[in-house]
Every structure is written in C-alpha cells, then in structure tokens.
C-alpha cells in the first residue's frame, strides 16, 4: 500500500476544499484509513476514520472539533478516500496526511507523504 494524498493549496478563511487518498499499489477497499494532520509547531492529530464493515459499507468516526465541518468519505469502488473540508479556518493550516491500517493490528502502519492547507485570514 503506497499512499498518495493530494488537494492541498492555499485558501481564504470561510473556503472549502477536498483531500484525496489514493493508493499507488493494492487496494484500500478494507483498509480502515484515517486522515490525520499536523499543524505548525504542534503534534499530529487524528481527524476522521472510515472503516469498512460489509461489502460496500464503511463506518466513520471524526475527532467532535470538526464534525461538521469536515466529511471523509470514499468513492472509487472504496479506494479512494477523501476529506471534504468547509467553513475552513487559519487553525486549519496543517500538513494534511492520510494513513491507511495494518488488518490484524488495526495501527495506522501505511502513511502518505502529506498534503500542505493554508488557510489564510
């Protein structure tokens, strides 16, 4: 599994903007994957999760800060897993990362290389 998050850019407060997470080999299909971010000078922090549960169904779990405002969801057959983002703010600047779960373990072992969001006032 080779992540690949892309999507990033600069926006003004109050846009909105998608993240994607592709795999560059293997499929995503059952990997539980999470984005997470980190934003400048602070630890890495979990945003959302999707796992799936049953042919074609996934479950979501989002840190309570930013339901709402933030939505992970997957298209492509479940192999693309992407992070929609409103209502953006100047706390949202981070390095936006994806990660997709080991099977048995359930850790996040597969990381994408980051994707930059600057939100400016």
């Known amino acids: 599994v080779q992540l690949q998050a892309s999507g990033g850019g600069t926006v003004q407060a109050g846009d909105s903007l998608r993240l994607s997470c592709a795999s560059a080999?293997?499929?995503?299909?059952?990997?539980?994957v999470g984005w997470f971010r980190r934003p400048p000078g602070k630890e890495r922090e979990f945003i959302a999760t999707?796992?799936?549960?049953?042919?074609?169904?996934?479950?979501?779990e989002y840190t309570e800060s930013l339901k709402g405002r933030f939505t992970i969801f997957r298209a492509n057959a479940g192999n693309t897993v992407s992070l929609q983002m409103n209502s953006l703010k100047p706390e949202d600047t981070a390095v936006y990362y994806c990660?997709?779960?080991?099977?048995?373990?359930?850790?996040?072992?597969?990381w994408g290389q980051g994707t930059r969001v600057t939100v400016s006032s």
């Open positions: 999707t796992r799936w549960t049953d042919i074609n169904r996934y479950d979501t």
């Open positions: 080999g293997g499929t995503l299909r059952r990997h539980m």
């Open positions: 990660a997709a779960a080991d099977g048995a373990s359930g850790d996040y072992v597969y």
